[in-house]
C-alpha cells in the first residue's frame, strides 16, 4: 500500500489514522456483529455515534448551549437555499461576493427574495477579500452572508464584516475546524464536511436557536426546514449515518491533537512554508493579496499555462495529486487541509524547486 500527497480541495485528504480506526471497525464495530453502514440509526449503537460526534463538535469549537448543531444531506449548496427559507422574513439579505460559492448563494436567495450585492471582489478576479468595515446594509435587511474561506480563489476573511447589528450567516466548508472561532459572533455557520472534516454527503449547521422560524417562507419542503430537523435531533428521516461516524472519529482524532488551538499552529507553519517559498521564487507566484490569503487553499501560478501544465503533470507522477487548478481559474491550487501532514508541504516545495531550476 502506499498513499500519495493529495492536495484536492474536496472530497479530499482524511486522517489516516481514522481510515485506519474504520478498516478496523468495517466488519464489526464494537462486538455489535455488523458496519455502522448497516445499524438501525435508531438503534442504541448509532445513537451513541451520533451523540457523541455533537458533543465532541461542541467542546472543539465551544458552541454555547443555545445553539443547535445539525447534520444535514445535501450539502453546502442545500443550505444556499435553506438559509433564505428560514430566515427571509423581510425577503431582503446582503451578500459579499468574493467568489463562486458566494455568488451561488446569492443567486439562489434570489429565488425566495431580495439578495443585495453589498461588495465584490469580481473586478479582480476574486484575489482579495473587500472592505467590509462599511457596507451598505439597511435596517430591513434579514441577514448579512458571507463566505469565509474562498476555495477556488484562495482568500479568507481575516476579520468578520461590520454588520451593523445584523445577523452574520457564514459557509465555512473549506475553513471549519481549521482555526478557534467564536460561534456568538454568528447567527448561523454552515459548512460541507469533505473539505476539513469528513467524507462526502453531509452539511454541518449550527444555529441560533432563536433563528430557527416557527414558520419558513411558503412552500419550503419539510426537509429544508430548520425546525424539523431541530425538532428530531437530526434525525427526522435516516441521516448520513456514516458520514455522522467518520466526521465523529476526526473530531476525536481533532481532540487528539491539540484541538482548533492546536490545528490553528499546525495549519500556520505548513501555510508558511509553501507562502515563503512563493515569495521568493522566480517561477512560481500566489495569486492571492497577501492579508487576505487562506490557510487552506493556496492557488499559484507559473505564468505560462503550458509550464503549468506541465508541472501539474509531473507533479502527479511524482505522488503529490490533484494540484491541478479549478477548472474556471486554472493554474495549481494545493489545498492543505488539517489532514494534510506537514511533511507533505515540506516535500512539495522541493519539488517545486528541483521544477524551478530544471524549467528556468
Ligand atoms: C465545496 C464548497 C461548497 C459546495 O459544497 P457541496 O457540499 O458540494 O454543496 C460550498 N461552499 C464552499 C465554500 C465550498 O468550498
Not at 416557527?214 to 425546525?227: A, F, I, N, Q, R
Not at 465523529?248 to 488551538?261: M, Q, R, S, T
Not at 490569503?293 to 495529486?321: H, Q, Y
Amino acid at each position: 500500500m502506499s498513499r500519495v500527497y493529495n492536495f484536492s480541495a474536496g472530497p479530499a485528504v482524511l486522517p489516516e489514522e481514522v481510515l485506519r480506526e474504520a478498516a478496523a471497525d468495517m466488519l464489526d464495530y464494537k462486538g455489535c456483529g455488523m458496519s455502522v453502514m448497516e445499524m438501525s440509526h435508531r438503534s442504541k449503537m448509532f445513537d451513541d455515534i451520533i451523540k457523541t460526534a455533537e458533543s465532541d463538535i461542541r467542546d472543539l469549537m465551544g458552541i454555547p448551549d443555545n445553539y443547535k448543531v445539525l447534520f444535514l444531506q445535501g450539502g453546502a449548496s442545500q443550505q444556499f437555499a435553506a438559509v433564505p427559507m428560514n430566515m427571509m422574513k423581510n425577503k431582503k439579505a446582503g451578500y459579499v461576493i468574493t467568489g463562486q460559492w458566494a455568488k451561488k448563494a446569492y443567486q439562489e436567495a434570489k429565488l425566495y427574495g431580495e439578495a443585495v450585492e453589498l461588495a465584490s471582489s469580481a473586478d479582480e478576479t476574486f484575489s482579495y477579500i473587500p472592505d467590509c468595515s462599511d457596507l451598505p446594509i439597511t435596517d430591513d435587511m434579514d441577514y448579512v452572508y458571507i463566505c469565509e474561506n474562498n476555495t477556488i480563489y484562495g482568500t479568507k476573511f481575516k476579520t468578520l464584516p461590520n454588520t451593523k447589528g445584523k445577523i452574520l450567516v457564514s459557509d465555512v466548508s473549506s475553513c471549519f475546524l481549521s482555526e478557534p472561532v467564536d460561534v456568538s459572533k454568528y447567527g448561523v455557520i454552515y459548512g460541507g464536511v469533505q473539505k476539513n472534516v469528513g467524507p462526502a454527503g453531509m452539511v454541518i449547521s449550527i444555529i441560533r436557536e432563536d433563528l430557527i422560524p416557527e414558520e419558513c417562507l411558503p412552500g419550503t419542503p419539510t426537509m429544508l426546514k430548520w425546525k424539523t430537523q431541530a425538532d428530531n435531533d437530526s434525525l427526522y428521516n435516516t441521516p448520513p449515518c456514516w458520514t455522522i461516524y467518520i466526521c465523529g472519529l476526526v473530531f476525536k482524532w481533532l481532540k487528539n491533537n491539540g484541538g482548533l488551538e492546536g490545528m490553528k499552529k499546525l495549519n500556520e507553519e505548513k501555510a508558511a512554508v509553501l507562502y515563503n517559498f512563493l515569495d521568493n521564487s522566480k517561477l512560481f507566484k500566489g495569486t492571492v493579496r497577501k492579508e487576505d490569503r487562506s490557510l487552506m487553499n493556496v492557488p499559484f501560478i507559473t505564468g505560462n499555462d503550458e509550464l503549468d501544465a506541465k508541472f501539474v503533470a509531473e507533479s502527479k507522477a511524482a505522488g503529490f495529486e490533484n494540484l491541478k487548478g479549478h477548472r474556471t481559474v486554472g493554474g495549481m491550487r494545493a489545498s492543505i487541509y488539517n489532514a494534510m501532514p506537514k511533511e507533505g508541504v515540506e516535500k512539495l516545495v522541493t519539488f517545486m524547486e528541483d521544477f524551478e531550476k530544471a524549467n528556468s
